[in-house]
């Protein structure tokens, strides 16, 4: 018997097989060439996809750098990733085609970059691109000067003039007559735009505004005034779903007690369980909703979105009690854990919108693989079952998308709660044990039959980054939860990460693949890390945590930290290829680095009780303090940091015998109650464990165990309540104001 995880390796493993001889297949049924280029030798997924492309592909590097000086060639720049819908669009329309291959390869030298790789340089050419057209997203195509000056870009282009866009082809042959005829002018453009976009940088990084508890209201009242209070949600459609925004307003309603803001993080928290956004048979979140109710989403599953918005079930959870939000947010680690898991502990990073589609064999349509069409329903639950399932999950015989503009949904359902177990007990005037029992059953069968399809592509490339916020999220989960699968998980994690992506010296890397790790590691990969490493040690107090994390913290300290300005840049500098060194704080779809990294160093600054990390954190925030003073809701989760740093905030101490039932109580205790602004530190019986995390955390020297029994501090910015030995007791203080 093959188990839940072996069948899914097998399916992915087929349906690679059936891609490559369906490619094959049709190539050479249509007498088409079959190439190869440069990016066969690569290891990123998403430039293996463009492996045999008839364009003469070139990865990011100096082969093609030298090759477009000599040859006096501008460059055309294309930057996706594996999942990205709209770069398979254009990889099939224009990519694929040897006659628009032909002009690419006779005028320009292209260049192909995996934007999960090469966040970096990601940053830069959105960055140019969106200083030029006013909005950006993948594919990001862009054209430089052979000293990778930008000049010109765009996302995604049709491959002939359509919907009012310009075609490929066009901007092809226009852009190469232009640099034959009119080059200083593109030269020149490129210079003052890298000098505006250079200039915005220094002055986005520079700032001396005070930011305090009105600042955390300014963005408070922003998110009010955009909230949809009907579906939840911030503004009009298409709709993300921004955890670390979410965990924002449950930490402002903890300080505040402003209950709108509990208010609209639950309305949105419930709404996204309930649409067809969340994955209602496998788990997981896709990620994004195209519509206004979170019905029609963008299918992609991405590693990051998981971690976030796991986190955020997990803190509704705490501040509520109830018992949906911890079971979505098993729900999103099971997926994890299943799914999206490497053997030896690391975490993939995402699943494909697109997947094989059995009404159009051969071919890729988007969400194929999670959607339902009636009588499919009706044939593997009979009659009876099926129509309580249609009727609790919106299923219509017509299908039941919003919009369909590329008539890919025309019959086929999205899964939905449309009416709750409640609403089908009275509809059928059946018992809501009934229900319930029938909802599990046609789960566990619709499941099966899902499995037997052909997965989306799943990109198994393991980030530093991205690991380390499901690290977080795995932590907080084995908490909240109470289940050690999920901190066993995350350890598992980390020892992967410091077996194959710490070097030599001791720093970090970015990528790992096939037993191959590469790339220098960036800012993101340090602060999310050392998160992870952070929560991890709150889940199981191994000091060993504790240590790693503050030994990169003195190394990102050293590689990333402005010393003339303050905060941290994203890359370690000294690179000549990229024109900017980039310093941001924004938190887009990801926290940024930044934001991330004052978190750690107020927690460790508490921990280690070290000024200099604290101060550290004040210089970062005044060197941002511009833009976060000006919009503070672009920055949700450097807001998460500097409520911590403006506290209230505890520090809790239990000391006592780790297995005790009595320390395991008071954890208990302190792992139900949402206390975001706290750091937890565990003082062991034993003399020299106690030794060992004193030098760690020098405050524990004044804590002990009172009369051998397991003992817990409660204190607020280190001035500490009396001692209690009694989960009761230790209940009192966590609840008093």
Known sequence: MVNKKGQNSLTVILAFFIFIITYQGKAMAQGAKVYTNRLINEKSPYLLQHAHNPVDWHPWGSEAFEKARKEDKPIFLSIGYSTCHWCHVMEEESFSDPVLAEIMNQYFVSIKVDREERPDLDRVYMQAVLAMTGSGGWPLNVFLTPGLKPFYGGTYFPPVDRWGRPGFKTALNSIARNWK???????S???????????????????NFSLGPDTLKKAYEHFYSTFDSRYGGFGAAPKFPSGHTLSFLLGYWKRSEEPKALEMAEVTLSKMAEGGMYDQLGGGFHRYSTDQRWLLPHFEKMLY??????????????????????????????????????PEGGFYCAEDADSLSADNPGEKREGAFY?????????ILGKEKAEIFSYSFGIETSGNSLSDPMGEFKGKNILHIAHSPQESAAHFKQSRDKIDRVMREAKEKLLAARAKRMRPHRDDKILTDWNGLMISALSLGSRVLNDPRYRQAAEKSVQFILKHLVTKEGKLLHRYREGE?????????????????????????????????????????????????AGFYLDEGGNPELFIRQKELYDGAMPSGNSIAALDLIRLSRLAMDKELENKTESLFRAFSGGVFQAPYAYPQALIALSFALGPSKEIVIAGEKESKAAKQMLEVINQHFIPNKVVAFLPADESQAKEIGRLIPFLKEYAPLKGKATAYVCENYVCKLPVTGEKQLQELLEAH
């Open 371 to 379: 959607l339902w069409r009636k009588d499919e329903i009706t044939n």
């Open 517 to 565: 790790a590469a790339i220098k590691g960036m800012l993101d990969d340090y602060a999310f890390f050392i998160g992870g490493l952070l929560d991890l040690y709150e889940a199981d107090f191994n000091p060993e945590y504790l240590k790693e994390a503050k030994r990169l913290m003195d190394m990102m300290t050293r590689l990333f930290w402005d010393d003339k300005d």
């Open 189 to 207: 453009s490129s210079e003052i735009l890298v000098g505006a976009l250079t200039q915005q940088a220094e002055t986005q990084a520079k700032g």
């Open 305 to 342: 979105d998981q971690a976030l918005l796991a986190k955020a079930y997990l803190e509704a959870y705490q501040a509520t009690g109830k018992q949906k939000y911890g079971n979505t947010a098993r729900e999103i680690l099971e997926y994890v854990l299943c799914d999206m898991t490497h």
């Open 181 to 187: 005829d009119r080059r200083e002018e593109l030269v």
